[in-house]
């Protein structure tokens, strides 16, 4: 029968082991503070808890820091960190060289993407490994490309491979496809609930039946990219091809411009000149070939970076040759 005694043996071993634990505990976090605790005395408890909390803060910078280095072998997607300058409330410290952040206010930068804290000096020396928290990215439209992709871990964006698949089930014989326009207001109704719902989006016949709205949803979507698809940095180039008259010569230099951009938007570029291609080969009901699309998808591809008005007027008409001869030639250059 169970005895009092037992009870009490037992409730004995219990508190030698949590007291063990407790000791080995201390003396880890000792460890990881510099300090040097021998024999019976420990830190008086007054002063322990916030030394605990201390030695947590730098093993948790020293672990993030850790993962730093491990991830700056080269990535698919590359991306920089999106630091803001920020005031920290209560203690905290560098998550890349795990000192303190002094003062009361800006006391560092906060990436707005991942969320990751460091000193403004230590923000230059950080790789290019952000990995975007979706706690951090609330919204799908006017996102960054590659923030986007990288934030729900997917090749393309959502909404590029959802509409393109739902455009290719049941419009690409539709007469006008991409030249016609849907209801604004269904547009915006397939914007927000991207924005709210994500993949979980219907965007199927039985919500929107007119095909119009949904090549709408895509258009807008590029539109309101921060970075344009063919980027900023790239965009000279696209168009300095463009002028080129010797068809071979063009479509090595077409070649070398793609290796301008991002691999987020390479990706995203490539699938979306394979679907155009598709298009085209319906061109006897849709009637829309590659000049036309070109006309359609050039200004939403190509933005001209903080050119005056003249000059990005001008540059329209190579901007439609770029996305025809990439439509033409997607077999080949991508």
């Not at 005395?41 to 909390?53: C, M, N, R, S």
């Not at 993949?199 to 979507?221: Q, R, W």
């Not at 080129?244 to 793609?258: G, I, N």
């Amino acid at each position: 029968m169970y005895s009092t005694e037992m009870w009490m043996r037992n409730e004995q071993k219990s508190l030698v082991q949590k007291a063990k634990q407790e000791a080995n505990q201390q003396d880890i976090l000792a460890a990881a503070l510099g300090m040097r605790i021998s024999g019976p005395q420990k830190p008086p408890a007054t002063i322990w808890q916030p030394l605990k909390l201390f030695a947590y803060s730098q093993l948790t910078s020293l672990v993030r820091k850790a993962t730093l280095k491990d991830n700056s072998l080269p990535h698919k997607y590359e991306k920089v960190h999106n630091f803001k300058v920020h005031t920290f409330r209560g203690p905290h410290w560098c998550e890349y060289c795990a000192n303190f952040m002094w003062g009361l206010k800006a006391q560092g930068v906060k990436c707005a993407d991942c969320g990751l804290n460091v000193h403004k000096q230590c923000s230059t020396m950080v790789p290019c490994n952000c990995v975007p928290d979706l706690k951090h990215v609330k919204k799908v439209y006017s996102c960054e490309l590659t923030t986007l992709v990288k934030a729900h871990n997917t090749k393309r964006p959502m909404v590029v491979d959802m509409c393109i698949q739902e455009i290719e089930s049941r419009g690409l014989k539709s007469e006008g496809l991409y030249r016609m326009s849907g209801f604004s207001d269904s547009v915006e109704d397939v914007k927000s609930a991207f924005d709210r719902d994500g993949e979980k989006t219907d965007i199927s016949a039985n919500a929107y039946e007119d095909i119009n709205i949904i090549t709408g949803a895509l258009k807008l979507y590029l539109r309101d990219l921060p970075i344009p698809v063919i980027s900023y940095d790239a965009y000279p180039r696209f168009i300095e091809v463009a002028k080129l008259e010797d068809p071979e010569k063009q479509q090595e230099a077409f070649r070398e411009a793609l290796e301008l951009l991002p691999a987020a938007h390479s990706e995203t570029l490539r699938y979306l000149m394979v679907h155009l291609k598709r298009v085209t080969l319906n061109e006897k009901d849709n009637l829309m070939n590659a000049e036309n699309l070109g006309i359609v998808f050039g200004p939403t591809l190509l933005r001209a970076p903080n050119l005056d008005a003249m000059t990005a007027l001008n540059d329209i008409r190579y901007q439609r040759r770029v996305v025809e001869f990439l439509i033409k030639n997607e077999d080949i250059l991508f």
